[in-house]
């Protein structure tokens, strides 16, 4: 899920929530920004330190960033960093069972099993399923596929960490999951999330790179 991760949220100039535009990296440029209904704002961005078909993506909400993300051509959590908990992850060398966009596109399924390893919380194994419905959408003049999602991680003791399910979107052209709605399940209780993407912006049209979320802001998610 190098160039810095340095993460990402490093090379920030100051808080998101200060500025009216983020800011990326040096060497770095955006292709599209997402607003979603959750009071979420997403860029994502390509960087010429990258190998081909890398892509990183950064999310704020009202305070400001809350995640940064860096992700391979078959859409594998290659580094990302949490910014609310404070920890990072990093792919294991070889997974067991590799997640492939790829594959999803070509069967309509695709599973897999990896490891991500971090220093703050240790090992975390991903086992899950990506399923293409069959169902296409159109939001902001966009179309995008409808996927359903299952996951679960597990602790390096094996024991379940957390597990969810719900679907999610892709967009082909660009290589990219794009958050739906789902629920997640943590020692017993259940959490409804529903992210669904409300515009698409490009560059050059008002918005873009906006440090501000615009949809769903103040209101109470379950």
């Given at each position: 899920?190098?160039?810095a991760?340095a993460?990402?949220?490093?090379a920030?100039?100051?808080?998101?929530?200060?500025q009216?535009?983020?800011?990326l990296p040096?060497?770095?440029?955006?292709?599209?920004?997402?607003q979603?209904?959750?009071?979420?704002?997403d860029?994502?961005f390509?960087c010429d330190?990258?190998?081909e078909?890398?892509?990183r993506?950064?999310?704020?909400?009202?305070?400001?960033?809350?995640?940064a993300?860096?992700?391979d051509?078959?859409t594998?959590?290659?580094?990302?960093?949490?910014?609310?908990s404070g920890h990072a992850e990093?792919l294991?060398?070889s997974?067991?069972?590799?997640?492939?966009?790829s594959?999803?596109i070509a069967?309509?399924?695709?599973?897999?099993d990896?490891?991500?390893?971090s220093?703050?919380i240790?090992?975390?194994?991903y086992v899950?399923q990506?399923?293409?419905?069959?169902?296409?959408v159109v939001?902001?003049?966009?179309?995008?596929d409808e996927?359903t999602y299952?996951i679960?991680?597990?602790n390096?003791?094996?024991?379940?960490?957390?597990?969810?399910k719900?679907n999610?979107?892709?967009?082909?052209?660009?290589?990219?999951f794009?958050a739906g709605?789902?629920?997640?399940?943590?020692?017993?209780?259940?959490?409804?999330?529903?992210?669904?993407?409300?515009e698409?912006?490009?560059?050059?049209?008002p918005?873009?790179?906006?440090a501000r979320?615009k949809?769903?802001?103040?209101v109470?998610?379950?």
């Amino acid at each position: 899920m190098r160039y810095a991760l340095a993460l990402i949220c490093l090379a920030a100039p100051a808080p998101a929530v200060a500025q009216s535009t983020f800011e990326l990296p040096s060497g770095c440029a955006a292709f599209v920004t997402v607003q979603s209904t959750s009071c979420q704002v997403d860029h994502h961005f390509v960087c010429d330190g990258d190998p081909e078909g890398h892509q990183r993506r950064v999310s704020l909400d009202e305070e400001g960033l809350t995640y940064a993300g860096h992700i391979d051509n078959e859409t594998q959590w290659l580094e990302s960093f949490h910014i609310l908990s404070g920890h990072a992850e990093r792919l294991e060398t070889s997974p067991a069972e590799p997640a492939s966009l790829s594959d999803l596109i070509a069967s309509g399924v695709d599973d897999y099993d990896f490891q991500t390893l971090s220093e703050e919380i240790g090992t975390t194994r991903y086992v899950g399923q990506d399923t293409l419905t069959g169902r296409q959408v159109v939001i902001d003049g966009i179309t995008l596929d409808e996927t359903t999602y299952d996951i679960t991680a597990y602790n390096a003791d094996g024991d379940e960490m957390w597990r969810s399910k719900g679907n999610e979107f892709i967009n082909r052209n660009w290589r990219v999951f794009i958050a739906g709605t789902g629920v997640t399940t943590i020692n017993g209780e259940t959490f409804e999330r529903d992210n669904r993407p409300v515009e698409f912006i490009f560059p050059g049209e008002p918005g873009f790179l906006s440090a501000r979320p615009k949809h769903g802001c103040g209101v109470a998610i379950s």
